[in-house]
């Protein structure tokens, strides 16, 4: 029997050449100081395609890599827009009440009252906090991710507990 894939979680992705000499720059999708501490770059096979030397801040969010591969700028040019995946295991063990995003993509949402309500899709951050996509029955909707509105998360049984707001600024008719 084959061992179980491991499990890869995007942790950057290649936002293009960064001088003459082949160094990267790369858009982090999470702390960009910690975005090469957790070993090579692999694709989404876990082949590795590259590894971090050397990292610095670059702007706009952006870090700047030196790698190891001896890549012209038009190679790393080239490789622009590729997403760099890490094992999940590589990444450090976090508190009680945070969540890695790709951990809570697939749960299961459920009300107070224990009926489903949906499947978390997606986490998206536009600005005022983060917000949960959840597909579900009578189409896609949105909550945000706090305490009052996601009071229980339980990634060992695949769910979270939703107290979706009643009224969600905007939704008012008008004359209501």
Known sequence: MPAPKEELVVIAAVAGAHGVRGDAKLKPFGDASQVCSYGPFLDKTGAVILTPTQARPGPNGTVIVRLEENLTREQVQAMKGTLLH?????LPELDE??????????????NLEGETLGKIKSVQDYGAGDLLEISGPDGVWFLPFTKDAAPHVDLK?????ANPPEVIEGDEKEGE
């Open 97 to 110: 009440d945070e969540f890695y995003y790709s951990d809570l993509i697939g749960l299961n949402v459920e």
């Open 86 to 90: 890490v094992p999940h295991r590589a």
């Open 157 to 161: 049984a695949g769910k979270l507990v």
